[in-house]
């Protein structure tokens, strides 16, 4: 049900702005959109579009960014930019902020997820770039979500950037055999589901079925998924 909305809400973009490429327009509505109260970054995806401020706003940003995986070995920052455009006659002066937490609202470790800025200030019919700096080697193993925010002076949002940072833990690779009732190797490869902890941010996965616990032959790390292959499975 959202196609049709999304599509009149571009249909009417693209009439004000005829100039603009696809990439821009996408932009200019993800950025401008509606944050839910109460609703979690990945529940509600890139928001609920707000047609009146992406056609009339003056400023639009950088939509969403997705950053990683990175290995757990990663020890080199990754440099990512936002960019900020002014659609108005005046300049505009933007203070911008970032905020990032796992499901389980564990946020990075200090420093390691920043903005090369606190302010930008984007020059009429123009564009500003701020840098957004992720040191793997520091953020902490998880995924994190939440939003690079750009607002007025008197603290009003202007526009929000979607990140998402993902830091898996390290993967291993074992040998599996499912043995069936019989004692004989059966066909069939099993699922093996390890339990959440509370600073892992994971969700909580779906219990496996009695055949695939029967399967299991070793424990797993807490908060890891094994997934079987013909000959192997990757922690994730």
Not at 27 to 54: F, N
Not at 91 to 116: F, M, N, W, Y
Not at 171 to 189: E, F, N, P, V
Request: hydrophobic letters at 35%; charged letters at 20%.
């Amino acid at each position: 049900m959202a196609t049709p909305h999304v599509a009149g809400a571009a249909a009417l973009l693209a009439q004000r702005h005829p100039e603009w490429t696809a990439a821009r327009l996408k932009d200019a509505l993800t950025s401008s959109a509606v944050t839910v109260d109460g609703q979690k970054v990945t529940e509600q995806d890139g928001r609920r579009i707000d047609a009146r401020a992406a056609v009339l706003g003056a400023v639009s940003a950088t939509g969403t960014l997705a950053l990683g995986p990175f290995t757990s070995e990663a020890t080199e920052p990754e440099v990512s930019r936002v960019l900020c455009t002014n659609s108005s006659d005046k300049d505009i002066s933007l203070s911008l902020d970032a905020g990032l937490a796992t499901e389980g609202c564990r946020k990075p470790a200090q420093g390691s997820v920043r903005l090369g800025a606190d302010s930008l200030k984007v020059p009429a019919n123009s564009s500003a770039e701020v840098l957004l700096t992720v040191d793997p080697a520091r953020v902490g193993q998880g995924r994190f979500y939440g939003y690079v925010t750009a607002a007025a002076s008197d603290g009003t949002v202007l526009a929000q950037t979607t990140v998402s940072v993902l830091i898996p833990g390290p993967t291993h690779r074992i040998a599996l055999q499912s043995i069936g009732k019989d004692g004989r190797q059966a066909g069939d490869l099993p699922t093996i589901w390890g339990g959440p902890t509370a600073s892992s941010g994971t969700p909580t996965p779906p219990r496996p079925s009695p055949r695939s616990r029967r399967a299991s032959t070793r424990s797993t790390p807490a908060g890891s998924m094994l997934r079987a292959t013909a000959r192997s499975c990757a922690t994730r």
